[in-house]
């Protein structure tokens, strides 16, 4: 159970453009989804926190207006890098939590490899 | 500061050896929650293992124990006899107000190359 489905894996774009990764949970409705960048040989930092029917919530430095969150089901969580950078090209990863009990641990999607050129 | 420390950025071990990789936390939340995540070069991220902060006994699944020293504020994991497919990065993560939607906080990670 728990499973986190992201989608493209992997996608290559051209400098300006918009690219949308979406972000599932196939098996569990999750009312907060957390969305990681990850750069080469480097940790996970949060991005954001999307939550369901409100406005995500960034971290700081994280250009809200570059890197749009909606929220809009239960199940479905999506980050729109928008007017892409090659320094944008990174790894993102979302996750949420199958249930709120303390000891459950965050389920991450398979993670989506974005390359700028 | 940072939350998460993992002080080994690469470890080695001998297939079959047993092998624990450090990481040591900071927060002064009573209530927290510590977790080791595998990373292999696909670069999905599979949850290994949970302490809780009032647990009283070190966790253990299958061949990941952690050894967890409150006190210290430290929780290692340890991976007993290794094998090849142990091979990748291993993060070491915390929650704080353990309950409710709070993200997971990762350390810099530590890869482990396990050796025939």
């Known amino acids: 159970g728990a499973v986190v489905s992201q989608h493209p894996s992997r996608v290559i774009c051209k400098s300006g453009t918009s690219v949308k990764i979406e972000c599932r949970s196939l098996?569990?409705?999750?009312?907060?989804m957390f969305w990681y960048r990850q750069f080469p040989k480097q940790s996970l930092m949060l991005m954001a926190t999307s939550n369901e029917g409100s406005k995500a919530t960034y971290e700081q430095g994280v250009e809200k207006d570059k890197f749009l969150i909606n929220h809009a089901s239960l199940t479905l969580s999506t980050l729109t890098v928008t007017s892409a950078h090659p320094e944008d090209s990174s790894f993102y990863i979302c996750?949420?939590?199958?249930?709120?009990?303390?000891?459950?641990?965050?389920?991450f999607g398979n993670g989506t490899r974005l390359t700028v050129t | 500061a940072q939350k998460i420390t993992q002080t080994q950025p690469g470890m080695f071990v001998q297939e079959k050896e047993a092998v624990t990789l450090d990481c040591t936390y900071d927060t002064s939340d009573p209530s927290y929650g510590l977790f080791w995540y595998k990373q292999p070069s696909s670069g999905e991220m599979i949850f290994l293992i949970y302490?809780?902060?009032?647990?009283?006994q070190n966790a253990t699944e299958g061949r990941y124990s952690l050894n967890f020293q409150k006190a210290r504020k430290s929780a290692n994991l340890v991976i007993s006899a290794s094998q090849l497919g142990d091979s990748a990065m291993y993060f070491c993560?915390?929650?704080?107000?353990?309950?409710?939607?709070?993200?997971?906080?990762f350390g810099k990670g530590t890869r482990l190359s396990v050796i025939a």
């Open positions: 098996d569990f409705q999750a009312t907060t």
């Open positions: 993560a915390m929650r704080e107000a353990n309950s409710g939607n709070t993200p997971l906080v």
């Open positions: 996750s949420a939590r199958g249930d709120r009990v303390g000891n459950s641990p965050l389920h």
């Open positions: 302490q809780g902060s009032y647990d009283q």
